[in-house]
């Protein structure tokens, strides 16, 4: 199993078996990871892995289209294209409604 912090969350800490897909776990345990379409497209589900960045697959060319090579290198994914395969430390930036 690994564990999930999300930061922007109060650091709510959980658990998920591996190659878990990280929007999806934070729907299932309300973790809050902001998103529209769940899909690669609306790039709403930005957020930065701050700890355990080589502990997500690979890039998929969906995200190059709403991440600069700049924000990759820093550990900016698009949560419901990024699949975990160990434990990870998630934040986001919270939008003003
Ligand atoms: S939720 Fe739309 S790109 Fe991830």
């Known amino acids: 199993m690994i564990e999930v912090t999300f930061l922007t969350n109060g650091g709510k800490v959980v658990t998920a078996p591996e190659n878990t897909n990280l929007l999806r776990l934070s729907l299932r345990e309300k973790g809050g990871i902001p998103f529209k379409c769940g899909g690669g497209l609306c790039g709403t589900c930005k957020c930065l892995i701050e700890k355990g960045i080589e502990n997500t697959d690979a890039v998929k060319p969906k995200e190059r289209k709403h991440l600069t090579d700049a924000q990759l290198q820093q550990g900016y994914r698009m949560a419901c294209q990024t699949f975990l395969n160990g ?11």
């Open 87 to 97: 434990s990870v430390s998630v934040s986001w930036l919270v939008r003003q409604p």
